[in-house]
T-cell receptor
Framework: QKEVEQDPGPLSVPEGAIVSLNCTYS??????FMWYRQYSRKGPELLMY????GNKEDGRFTAQVDKSSKYISLFIRDSQPSDSATYLC???????????????FGQGTILTVHP | DVKVTQSSRYLVKRTGEKVFLECVQD?????MFWYRQDPGLGLRLIYF???????EKGDIPEGYSVSREKKERFSLILESASTNQTSMYLC?????????????FGQGTRLTVV
């Protein structure tokens, strides 16, 4: 079993739709949860960052973390064609220890928002 | 802005060649990472380095080595390229702060081994 599992998609939605992207994980040591967005032929860029359980909102994006269920989500409201990209969840057990803050990624979900 | 620069966007190499992928960051970050990205598999960690001349194996180090002679530069070496190493290679540098860590990625090198 992979440490981080992400719904593979691909996902195709009409403009304006609400998008839900999800990941589950097995390592209870993970404390930091991130969503990266990767446009075609580019490197990933950090989109959202959450520490421990709870919600975080940034404009049209909301990240949720439920550590008791080992489940994280990213919601995109009023989705736009410019949101079309691959979305990657990533997790870390923190800044210390022998992991040196390394990130463990999900497989990525390809999202297409069509006009 | 943090800048992580990979030396090549696209590379085509022959089976058995020794291949060098270079990565340079301009933010004096201690930690640097090499990942490969394949469809359906996401990003998988090959090697990382937490200081000059220090390195640690990631999840899939076989067939690869690394070099970190200067803090800003982290090189990935394919000792004898094989077709199953055809992939997108991503370098990242990582900053550790009070809220944890953030990774900054280069634009990627798409390597094809023929």
């Amino acid at each position: 079993q992979k440490e981080v599992e992400q719904d593979p998609g691909p996902l195709s939605v009409p403009e304006g739709a609400i998008v839900s992207l999800n990941c589950t994980y097995s390592n209870s040591a993970f404390q930091y949860f991130m969503w990266y967005r990767q446009y075609s032929r580019k490197g990933p860029e950090l989109l959202m960052y959450t520490y421990s359980s709870g919600n975080k909102e940034d404009g049209r994006f909301t990240a949720q973390v439920d550590k008791s269920s080992k489940y994280i989500s990213l919601f995109i409201r009023d989705s736009q064609p410019s949101d079309s990209a691959t979305y990657l969840c990533a997790m870390s057990d923190g800044a210390g220890g022998t992991s040196y803050g390394k990130l463990t990624f999900g497989q990525g979900t390809i999202l297409t928002v069509h006009p | 802005d943090v800048k992580v620069t990979q030396s090549s966007r696209y590379l085509v190499k022959r089976t058995g060649e020794k291949v060098f992928l270079e990565c340079v960051q301009d933010m004096d970050h201690e930690n640097m990472f090499w990942y490969r990205q394949d469809p359906g598999l996401g990003l998988r960690l090959i090697y990382f380095s937490y200081d000059v001349k220090m390195k640690e194996k990631g999840d899939i180090p076989e067939g690869y080595s690394v070099s970190r002679e200067k803090k800003e530069r982290f090189s990935l070496i394919l000792e004898s390229a094989s077709t199953n190493q055809t992939s997108m290679y991503l370098c990242a540098s990582l900053v550790r702060g009070a809220l944890g860590t953030e990774a900054f990625f280069g634009q990627g090198t798409r390597l094809t081994v023929v």
